[in-house]
């Protein structure tokens, strides 16, 4: 009593507290407090996946190796993704993340699949490839026959075979060419001061690579270049948001949706021919959230009829663009209740919730994408704020498609530790990871983005089964028919095998 008396005022409360509450509670039994513990770690994804000897063995490695990543100054999930990329290549989790066979990539866009390297060194340097300088600082492509007529607002035309003819230093060149073309840069902060500068860049980037990519013979050669990226990253399936742009050819002809979509269809063939380890490709048709209500509508009727003639390639519908300066869905709830309305099938995959403008308009696309039956939500990273609409996305196994490079580079979270899908992992929420636009944030493939989930959301909690789980996730919510999806479950069960046997020891 006298020496509890001595202390400052504050601890002498605390102290009183202690003291009197330990006489009324019993420390906390040890073991119940073990139990709870476990009740937790069995919550998360990959919580009662039950793991072979093998697979154990691989998880000591990787508890190891996330111990250490933790030690280092630079934690990569900490930084911004521009700045951590280099740390990240060189991390052992990394390389073993690299080789396990990852499923599905259920949320990758149609011109950001293939990096900006290849259409620098590959497809500019093809012949009649001609570019010019916008008033502000960006740059236009195009290939043609003749000298083509000259942009608005851009410089007259050069041939690239004579600027290159003409430039002192051709690196120089190529690489303010590539620079164009990307969102990559060494001083993100300064560059992208905010989410309505970033996703202004990010619009202008597209517009430059624009004339590239849809010049027919190089559209084929960007795809199977695409699905061979992926697929040397391990991953066998791929559901592709495309905008199904007219296709142009040298001599200024043009090839209409339809046939985009056809292309996107003899490509996966011929790529799944000569890779049959890959399973394959689907197409969700998509629009820029810009647009009207009368051209939703007319978009809305062509991907019914596309989604009827192509049952096989097509996956559904959605919409595409910086949520926050786009209409909501609900002022297309017209144009979007057409397929119910005739009865006609046109699986929804809404972009939602990518935003932190709470209460506005915008915010409720949660809610009404579900309310629409979408069959995922691609990001969701507003569902915390929502508890109705993740109750919804929960009880009918509606997966949240999360990506967590692009919600870092498009500015909605700083450090992946504080990324909202630590939490929906933490409940084994329906969750796929994907990356969005890995050629414009300067990664590729899923790699990467596994690594911020499993390093950055899970720390040291998530394990080989949390892994496991999200990469059955990807199979198991796309929009694959259940036969197919036992049939790439099969075929992923086999390349995991061999991932765990010759990873363990
Ligand atoms: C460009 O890519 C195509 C198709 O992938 C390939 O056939 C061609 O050899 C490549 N050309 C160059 C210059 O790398
Ligand atoms: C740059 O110029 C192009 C072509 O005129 C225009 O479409 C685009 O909106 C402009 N971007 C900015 C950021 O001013
Ligand atoms: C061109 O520029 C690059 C980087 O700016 C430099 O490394 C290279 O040495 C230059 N090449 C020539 C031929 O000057
Ligand atoms: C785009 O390319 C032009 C011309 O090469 C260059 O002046 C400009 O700095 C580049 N823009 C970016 C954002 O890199
Ligand atoms: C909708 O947009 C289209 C294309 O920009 C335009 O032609 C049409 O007039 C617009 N309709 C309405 C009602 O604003
Ligand atoms: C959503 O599904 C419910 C229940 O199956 C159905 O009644 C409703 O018409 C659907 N709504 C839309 C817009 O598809
Ligand atoms: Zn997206």
């Known amino acids: ?28 039994d040890p073991r119940r407090r073990e139990a709870l513990i476990q009740q937790e770690v069995s919550m998360q994804t990959g919580g009662q996946m039950t793991l072979s000897d093998a697979e154990k063995r691989l998880d000591a490695r990787l508890f190891k190796m996330k111990q250490e990543e933790e030690q280092k100054a630079d934690f990569p999930p900490a930084l911004h993704f521009f700045k951590s990329r280099d740390i990240i290549k060189t991390s052992p989790i990394f390389s073993l993340l690299q080789k396990m066979p990852k499923g599905g990539a259920l949320h990758v866009h149609d011109f950001s699949m293939v990096d900006v390297q290849w259409l620098v060194k590959n497809v500019t340097y093809r012949p009649h490839c001609y570019m010019c300088f916008t008033d502000n600082l960006s740059i236009r492509f195009i290939f043609m026959s003749q000298w083509p007529k000259p942009l608005p607002h851009c410089s007259p035309w050069n041939l690239l075979e004579n600027l290159r003819a003409k430039v002192t230093n051709i690196t120089d060149l190529d690489n303010s060419i590539m620079a164009n073309l990307t969102l990559f840069t060494d001083d993100p902060e300064a560059a992208y001061p905010s989410q309505y500068v970033v996703w202004d860049r990010f619009e202008q980037k597209f517009q430059a690579l624009w004339g590239l990519v849809t010049y027919a013979p190089v559209f084929r050669d960007y795809y199977y270049e695409g699905l061979r990226q992926f697929y040397m990253d391990n991953v066998m399936y791929l559901e592709l948001r495309a905008l199904l742009p007219e296709l142009y050819e040298l001599d200024g002809s043009t090839h209409d949706s339809t046939w985009t979509l056809k292309t996107y269809q003899d490509v996966t063939r011929q790529f799944t021919e000569n890779y049959p380890d890959f399973y394959g490709a689907r197409i969700i048709f998509t629009v820029h959230r810009g647009v009207n209500a009368s051209v939703m509508t007319d978009v809305v009727e062509k991907a019914m009829k596309l989604q009827r003639d192509f049952p096989d390639i097509m996956a559904g519908f959605d919409l595409v663009g910086h949520e926050d300066k786009g209409r909501p869905l609900w002022y297309f709830r017209d144009a979007l209740s057409l397929p119910a309305e005739k009865g006609v099938t046109l699986p929804f995959f809404f972009h939602a919730g990518e935003t932190d403008l709470e209460g506005t308009d915008v915010d409720q696309n949660l809610l009404d994408a579900l309310l629409f039956n979408a069959s995922r939500i691609g990001h969701g990273f507003a569902l915390l704020r929502h508890p109705v609409a993740k109750d919804l996305s929960r009880k009918r196994e509606v997966a949240v498609e999360v990506c967590p490079i692009s919600n870092q580079v498009m500015k909605l979270v700083k450090d992946m530790r504080n990324h909202p899908a630590a939490a929906l992992l933490a409940e084994n929420h329906p969750v796929v990871i994907s990356s969005d636009d890995p050629a414009m944030f300067g990664s590729c493939g899923l790699s990467y983005d596994f690594y911020e989930a499993f ?50 020891f």
């Open 1 to 28: 009593m006298a020496v509890r008396l001595q202390r400052p005022h504050a601890a002498v409360v605390f102290g009183f507290l202690l003291c009197c509450m330990s006489r009324v509670l019993p420390t906390p």
């Open 455 to 504: 390093v950055g959301f899970g720390g040291l909690r998530s394990h080989i089964g949390s892994l496991k789980q999200l990469v059955i996730n990807s199979i198991k919510y796309s929009s694959l028919t259940n036969a197919q999806q036992e049939k790439a479950l099969a075929l992923w069960q086999n390349s995991w095998n061999k991932f765990v046997s010759e990873n363990a």
